[in-house]
Nanobody, 124 residues
Framework: QVQLVESGGGLVQAGGSLRLSCAAS????????MGWFRQAPGKEREFVAA????????NYADSVKGRFTISRDNAKNTVYLQMNSLKPEDTAVHYC?????????????????WGQGTQVTVSS
């Protein structure tokens, strides 16, 4: 049984930082692309960032480039999202997801497993 458990969300002021973690179990973590998506109230789920099996390749949404960094530790079966210079528009539930392979990093339907999400709220 695959489980993805996110943590690290919370309330932060604009300009602040948070680091999200996603601990995976029940899958061969080092053989899965890992991604972060988010969904704000009344909006569709959107791509944030993704990282290849080895961590050698990453991809970011334009809205977070230069502010967010995705990384992974295959020895700990964990993927991280370091979020700096947070803005109120980053407020959303953030989800991690896993995929065996993807053709398009940012397409949510290509991911096989999802966590329950962690709330990130940025106050102005």
């Amino acid at each position: 049984q695959v489980q993805l458990v996110e943590s690290g969300g919370g309330l932060v002021q604009a300009g602040g930082s948070l680091r999200l973690s996603c601990a995976a179990s029940g899958l061969t973590f080092s053989r899965h692309v890992m991604g972060w998506f988010r969904q704000a109230p009344g909006k569709e789920r959107e791509f944030v960032a993704a990282i290849s099996w080895s961590g050698g390749s990453t991809n970011y949404a334009d809205s977070v480039k230069g502010r967010f960094t995705i990384s992974r530790d295959n020895a700990k079966n964990t993927v991280y999202l370091q979020m700096n210079s947070l803005k109120p528009e980053d407020t959303a539930v953030h989800y991690c997801a896993a995929a065996r392979t993807v053709l398009s990093w940012g397409t949510s339907t290509e991911y096989d497993y999802w966590g329950q999400g962690t709330q990130v709220t940025v106050s102005s």
